[in-house]
């Protein structure tokens, strides 16, 4: 059974481009989590998917940021016109239910670093 | 607002020795406690809590949770470098389906 796979797990953008982030979560799982780690800095909740809806974003910056989970595919987070502070590790979660009554397991992670 | 305040920060020890690393939490309606591992690559997970004192154990790592103090405790006897790693505690948030972590515990060890 695979795990969440996230892709790239490196990606460098120039200030100003796009960064698009995928998710693939567990075959299955309806429930996607993206969590954004800086340096030395714990995990911070971002956005909260089910398949096709955005339940929760308050985690999320209003602006340049967004996130979908369609249907098919993977679930995508988008960050437009990167900025310096945009680097950082993006971790995404999957689950089969909502409500964390089971421990969700974590993808390797993207790596964006904004030059 | 609902926080999770680990320590030590970090903690260096001797291939061999126990280590305990301390979790407090404040959060309104707790519903469970979870400890994780993060070494390079994805946080993995390791202990779920929900019932105070009652210690969950897998291999040389052991987890009790203390509700009424909220706090938890994570364990390592007979520590190994591949032990080194940070240490991640987090709550879920109440009435969301946030996970609030912890800064987090850097553990080295040495040979």
């Known amino acids: 059974n695979a795990g969440v796979m996230q892709n790239p797990r490196h990606l460098v953008r120039r200030r100003g481009q796009e960064a698009r982030l995928r998710c693939s979560p567990v075959?299955?799982?309806?429930?996607v989590y993206w969590y954004r780690q800086l340096p030395e800095e714990g995990l911070k909740f971002m956005v909260y998917?089910?398949?096709?809806?955005?339940?929760?974003e308050s985690g999320m910056p209003k602006e340049r940021f967004s996130a979908e989970f369609p249907k098919e595919g993977p679930s995508i987070l988008r960050i437009q016109q990167v900025v310096r502070g945009d680097s950082a590790a993006y971790f995404c979660a999957s689950s089969p239910f909502g409500g964390l009554g089971s421990p969700l397991h974590f993808g390797n992670g993207t790596r964006l670093t904004v030059t | 607002e609902d926080k999770v305040v680990q320590s030590p920060l970090s903690l260096v020890v001797h291939e061999g020795d126990t280590v305990t690393l301390n979790c407090s939490y404040e959060?309104?309606?707790?519903?469970?406690l979870l400890w994780y591992k993060q070494e390079k690559k994805a946080p993995t997970f390791l202990f779920m809590l929900t019932s105070s004192g009652i210690e969950k154990k897998s291999g040389r790592l052991s987890s009790i949770l203390d509700k009424k103090e909220l706090f938890s405790i994570l364990n390592i006897t007979a520590t190994q470098t591949g032990d080194s790693a940070v240490y991640l505690c987090a709550v879920p948030q109440g009435g969301s389906e946030k996970l609030v972590f912890g800064k987090g515990t850097k553990l080295t060890v040495n040979p």
């Open positions: 075959k299955g799982h309806s429930h």
């Open positions: 959060v309104t309606n707790f519903r469970s």
């Open positions: 998917l089910q398949k096709e809806n955005i339940i929760d």
